[in-house]
């Protein structure tokens, strides 16, 4: 595969309605985009990072950075056999792999869209449609809470994930239960308590939720391996997991039972697929995270979806929930079951609309 020219363009989109969780709250985003070229095609990737480094170390300057700086001269003007050998390429860069894993996204687009190929069929999906939940923020009252729930319960979609931190966790998932008490919930704390909040945390097994989400802090394993012994509530792991042998680790050590992949926090297709295939050795079940995606990088997470161990509802949705106007056509549509069609167009299956992305552009930089 040879690229031959790789454009930045840093967009920024407001959300529809702020989005909080237990590190803060977002309502303007900034992402970065990747458009790689070579071989009369193109490709497209995202990166994920927020706009500070609340989530994780990334921010939106950090990755233009790395990307700039370290990860664009590691491709460009060097042959590469593949997108799947893209990865390694970056391995001498330590971290900051929502930041190479949005270029590394952008060559499978590319390398997919070359052979004629949907993205899904590409890295090997084998689901022509996939489950979706919603992750809803922290609210203002548990009234509004209720109401979204009870929107998104009537929209199809197949599970409910609330946002937790101290001070909005029992008592409103009490509510939550009382006015719906068969829907499959779950629970996000973003790292927001430690160990010594078990006896708290074990309130949760009343609840009969499908799993609580990164309860301890964004870098354990052990912690979360000793809470979930005492916990019933199996323990589903999102920031501790950035790296294979994180997924190792967190198995063998019993850190959780089920492991939320995102592409960016992972770094692109081949390190999440691997994630995947461990996993599913291990007979633990995977679900597609969120980052309040453009529509490049929710096609993006469509395809990743599309794998066989994604087998629990993901934070995948609606492109209308996020924004007034997607940058992508046709918008990403879930069905009155829940679900969204993958698509089985050459890449990524839906139309970048570069009219759109450049007339949300701040900034531009294009590198030969
Ligand atoms: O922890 O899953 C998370 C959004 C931003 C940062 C972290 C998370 C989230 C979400 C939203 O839960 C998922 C989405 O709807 O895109
Ligand atoms: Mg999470």
Same mark, same amino acid.
């Given at each position: ?118 993205? !899904? ?15 809803? =923020? ?52 973003? !790292? ?152 089985? =167009? ?23």
């Amino acid at each position: 595969m040879k690229v031959e020219q790789i454009t930045l363009r840093e967009i920024r989109m407001p959300l529809v309605a702020p989005f909080e969780t237990s590190f803060g709250a977002t309502t303007n985003r900034r992402m970065v985009l990747v458009e790689v070229q070579g071989e009369g095609s193109y490709g497209w990737g995202e990166v994920t990072a927020g706009e500070g480094p609340f989530y994780n170390e990334e921010d939106t300057e950090t990755a233009w950075h790395v990307l700039k700086n370290f990860a664009i001269p590691l491709i460009l003007g060097k042959p590469l056999v593949s997108a799947a050998a893209a990865a390694s390429r970056f391995d001498p860069i330590r971290g900051h792999r929502m930041a190479t894993g949005a270029l590394e996204a952008a060559l499978w687009d590319l390398e997919a869209r070359l052979a004629g190929r949907s993205l !899904s069929a590409h890295i090997g999906g084998t689901q022509r449609e996939i489950p979706c939940g919603v992750s809803i =923020g922290i609210q203002k009252n548990v009234d509004e809470l209720l109401h979204k729930i009870r929107t998104e319960v009537e929209a199809g979609y197949q599970r409910i994930k609330i946002k937790i931190k101290p001070g909005w966790d029992i008592a409103v998932l009490e509510r939550v239960r009382e006015e719906f008490p068969l829907i499959r919930l779950m629970a996000d704390a973003n !790292s927001a308590y430690r160990l010594a909040d078990q006896n708290h945390l074990k309130q949760l097994d009343r609840f009969y939720l499908m799993m609580v989400e990164q309860p301890l802090a964004y870098d354990d394993l052990i912690d979360h391996a000793r809470l979930q012994q005492a916990l019933e509530t199996p323990i589903c792991l999102d920031e501790s997991i950035r790296t294979l042998r994180h997924a190792e680790q967190a198995i063998e050590t019993g850190a959780c039972r089920i492991i939320n992949i995102k592409l960016g926090r992972v770094g692109g297709h081949a390190r999440a697929r691997a994630i995947h295939d461990c996993c599913q050795a291990a007979k633990i079940p995977v679900w597609c995270g969120g980052m309040l995606e453009s529509g490049i990088g929710r096609a993006h997470n469509v395809a990743l979806a599309s794998l066989p161990n994604f087998v629990l509802p993901g934070d995948v949705s609606a492109s209308r929930r996020y924004w007034t106007q997607d940058v992508i056509t046709p918008e990403v549509e879930v069905s009155a079951q829940g679900t969204i069609r993958v698509p089985e =167009g050459p890449g990524l299956g839906y139309e970048v609309d570069s009219d759109r992305i450049e007339r949300r552009a701040v900034r531009r930089e294009s590198f030969a």
